[in-house]
């Protein structure tokens, strides 16, 4: 099993997630199926139905939140080795093909959000770029077609 890397704050808004799911959603549905029985016959009640369904996305959503909060590492700031491209990094890169300077800090793909320029580790740019330094050029084979990037700086 991969580790999931996430930053402090990132470890803190999974927490908080996961309370929130544990002390609100839960008993919620909990809630709406003890209601549900209530309309007599399970076979042919569909709101029972779609209480279990619902309880059952709560069920793993929890399960899976719990698994990364124990396997998660934590990215230090204070700690990352910017001699070459790792996880928790910023990388400034000029993109040839558009012609343009990029930023993008490397990170764990629970808190990627692309379009403000973090990016898992696990994502075609993302681990193209991982343990490349200052000055040198990756072709990125990403799904509409191939770029290439070279490292400009890094740091954290």
């Avoid at 369904?53 to 990215?75: D, N, S, Y």
Wanted: hydrophobic content about 30%; charged content about 35%; some cysteine.
């Amino acid at each position: 099993m991969q580790p999931v890397y996430l930053t402090e704050e990132g470890k803190q808004q999974l927490e908080e997630k996961l309370n929130y799911y544990r002390t609100v959603l839960r008993p919620e549905v909990t809630k709406k199926i003890g209601i549900a029985r209530e309309f007599g016959d399970l076979s042919e009640n569909a709101e029972y139905d779609s209480a279990k369904e619902e309880q059952g996305k709560i069920e793993a959503e929890i399960v899976e939140m719990e698994t990364k909060l124990k396997t998660c590492v934590i990215i230090d700031k204070n700690k990352i080795d910017t001699s070459s491209v790792n996880i928790g990094c910023t990388v400034k890169a000029y993109d040839e093909d558009f012609d343009e300077e990029v930023e993008y800090t490397i990170i764990g793909s629970t808190e990627s959000d692309p379009s403000k320029g973090l990016i898992s580790n696990e994502s075609p740019v993302g681990s193209a770029l991982l343990g490349k330094k200052v000055g040198e050029t990756v072709v990125v084979k990403t799904p509409v077609g191939e770029c290439r990037l070279k490292v400009l700086d890094i740091f954290a």
